[in-house]
Structures are given as C-alpha cells and as structure tokens.
C-alpha cells in the first residue's frame, strides 16, 4: 500500500539527496543477494534517519536490527567524532557481508555490530543511548522499548520503523504482528515520557523524545 502518491513519491526522491557509492552496493547486492530485500531502508528513508541523526549529533546510538547494515551507515553519518554506534541482529548467516561492508565505510573503528537476540544483548549494555532505531521482530517491539528508555538521557529519541506495517494498523482482525505494533504505537501515545510524533512515510516512522523519567 503507497501512503503518498507514486508520481509524488518519485519527484520527492529526485529531490533527496542520492545514496553514497557503498550504500548503492549495499542496497543493490541486497536486492540481488538477500532474502527479503524489502526490510532495507532504501534511499529516502535512509536520508532521513542520516538527517534526523546529523541534527540530533549523538555520541551513542543504539540500533535493533541490523541486516545488511544499510541503516546503521545513515545513521552513523550523524555521530559526534568519537561517537559509537552499536547495531545488534540474530541473523548470522549475513554477518560477513555486513562486516566486511561497515569495513569499507568511514565508521568502521565507531561501529559495534553485535550477533545475537537483542532482547539478551541490550541489558548487557551500560551506556546511555542519544538515539535508538527500533526496527527488528515487530512482536517484541514494546520490549525493545522497556529496555532502552531507561536509558536513553531527557532530550535523547527513539526512532521505530514500520508502525504503519502497510496499513494493517487499520484493519479490525489482525495477526501477531500488526497486533503488536497497535499495542507498540498505543503504549507509546499514552506514555507521557515522551513525546512523538508519527510520520506518514514509507511504513511509517513513529519519532519519540524523552521529555520525563
Ligand atoms: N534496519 C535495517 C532493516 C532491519 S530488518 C534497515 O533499515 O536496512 C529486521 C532485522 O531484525 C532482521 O535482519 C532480523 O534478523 C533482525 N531481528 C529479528 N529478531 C531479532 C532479535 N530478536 N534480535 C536481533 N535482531 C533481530
Ligand atoms: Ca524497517
């Protein structure tokens, strides 16, 4: 389902800066490689979370789900100079690939890609996260958020992708999933921590501030 029309959506691409020579291989290998090339961010939705990254100038980001590290690169281009970025995913079977593309990038002595289930891994962590990307196993994405938001500084945000999940937020029967992102986008506009705002774009990007503890 096209939230915007195609002939709008395209002259807003033509009017959005391109993709850099490594995040074109990566979305075109991707695509030609990889199972389910739709879960990349793509070219505008990667401008924007690089955007959205270069105004908030994070020194710590927190990513759940990485696959083919394509998010992780527009979002790294918005770290401080010595700011980190750690990306976490349980598929090992593209572990190679992304190492080897987060190699050839300029932030590869700033990226911490870690292999493994999220919901393990994060308590393990003991920084603050300036900015987190939620975009891994729908299901869990109200746990994701329980995780971070104790962690994440007032003033800091949280970013989710795919809380439109193609406009099935809307039907009256839905399966697990979109369950789960109605119960993720209701637990966030109740919760008075944050503020948010939900953007209409692509499948849609709910964008959260801290405001409260
Ligand atoms: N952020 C990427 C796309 C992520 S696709 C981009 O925009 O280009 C979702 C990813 O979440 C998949 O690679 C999947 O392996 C990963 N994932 C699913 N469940 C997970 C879990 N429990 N822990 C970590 N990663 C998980
Ligand atoms: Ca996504």
Not at 154 to 178: C, H, M, P, Q, R
Not at 187 to 192: G, H, L, M, P, Y
Request: hydrophobic fraction near 40%; charged fraction near 25%; glycine fraction near 6%.
């Amino acid at each position: 389902m096209d939230v915007i029309n195609p002939a709008l959506q395209k002259y807003s691409e033509d009017h959005t800066t391109s993709e850099n020579d490594l995040l074109k291989k990566i979305n075109r290998d991707t695509n030609a490689q990889v199972m389910m090339p739709r879960m990349l961010s793509g070219h505008m939705q990667g401008r924007i979370l690089s955007m959205i990254s270069c105004m908030v100038k994070p020194s710590t980001i927190l990513e759940i789900g990485t696959y083919t590290g394509y998010s992780a690169l527009c979002l790294a281009e918005g770290l401080k100079p010595n700011g980190k970025l750690i990306t976490l995913d349980i598929n090992e079977e593209l572990e190679s690939r992304v190492r080897d593309y987060f190699a050839d990038s300029p932030f590869s002595d700033q990226i911490d890609y870690r292999v493994g289930n999220a919901l393990a891994i994060i308590p393990t962590l003991t920084m603050n996260f300036d900015l987190v990307f939620i975009d891994a196993d729908k299901e869990n994405y109200a746990r994701y958020y329980d995780l971070v938001i104790n962690r994440v500084p007032l003033g800091g945000y949280i970013l989710a992708d795919n809380v439109l999940w193609s406009g099935k937020v809307l039907d009256e029967k839905v399966d697990k999933d979109t369950k789960a992102i109605k119960e993720f986008n209701r637990k966030v506009q109740e919760d008075s921590r944050v503020e948010n705002v939900l953007l209409p774009v692509r499948d849609g990007i709910l964008i959260m501030r801290k405001v409260r503890s």
